[in-house]
């Protein structure tokens, strides 16, 4: 199933639980592809798993490369450009530096999904029955979770609500859902870098080219994170950066 580097494995017995145990955790969730863009097929959702209480110390370090870099606006894939890409790859290189931050994505192939069959034709449920796939996986271990998803119009109908009660059934005993909120990436830098790791993935998913700086990134993060590339498919027990590819 693997067809990244298999290094990074979560503790025996701890794999389908994530990286963290008894502990704060903030989860900073984006997605890309999930509508429109008919000639590519893979949409991902994904998130940046870390401590909560390191938040500042974080942002710290991330900061003062964003003003070396000149690269203050908002952080997006669909900015990367030759001028950008040092920057870009020094933020990566920060946040592969630390042993307490994980990425994790899935991979849909949205040509594959029957809406009709499994969500009643409603493609709002899809959306958020994907969310809950991505994150489910990695809560448990008596961790608390504050999760924060980038705003979206989707995010006005009940679909984040559902998202936490389901969340919070699967977790009985095991996790809690502190907060679930819609955020603007605007304003939130770990929401950006998790929307740049999101599209590095599908760039490399949906076998994109025509970017010489997207695919040098792409190729940046795939080997500070100890991986081949962005492609195929990694067991729940990865750490660090997390692929997993369903619905395909």
Not at 130 to 147: E, S, V
Not at 169 to 182: F, T, Y
Not at 214 to 224: F, G, S, T
Not at 236 to 244: A, K, M, T
Request: aromatic share 12%; hydrophobic share 35%; charged share 25%.
């Amino acid at each position: 199933m693997t067809e990244g580097d298999t290094s990074d494995r979560a503790p025996s017995g701890n794999s389908a639980k994530g990286p963290f145990s008894q502990t704060a955790v903030s989860v900073y969730c984006d997605e890309s592809r999930h509508e429109g863009q008919r000639a590519q097929h893979y949409m991902v959702i994904g998130g940046l798993w870390l401590p909560r209480d390191k938040r500042g110390e974080i942002l710290a370090t991330l900061r003062p490369i964003q003003q070396h870099y000149r690269i203050t606006s908002e952080l997006k894939w669909g900015k990367v450009t030759q001028t950008k890409l040092a920057g870009y790859q020094a933020l990566v290189d920060a946040i592969a530096a630390r042993t307490d931050v994980h990425f994790r994505c899935i991979v849909v192939d949205k040509s594959k999904v029957d809406h009709d069959k499994y969500f009643q034709n409603d493609r709002q449920l899809g959306f958020w029955v994907f969310y809950w796939y991505c994150l489910k996986q990695w809560m448990g271990n008596h961790n608390t979770y504050f999760i924060s998803i980038d705003f979206k119009p989707e995010s006005l109908l009940a679909g984040p609500t559902r998202l936490r009660h389901q969340l919070e059934r699967e977790c009985v005993g095991r996790a809690w859902i502190q907060s679930l909120n819609c955020v603007d990436s605007r304003e939130n830098l770990f929401c950006q870098l998790a929307d740049v790791f999101i599209g590095a993935v599908g760039y490399e998913q949906n076998a994109l080219a025509g970017s010489p700086p997207k695919h040098a990134l792409a190729a940046h993060i795939a080997a500070r994170f100890n991986r081949r590339d962005l492609k195929g498919s990694d067991l729940p027990s990865r750490l660090r950066f997390n692929i997993w590819r369903i619905w395909s």
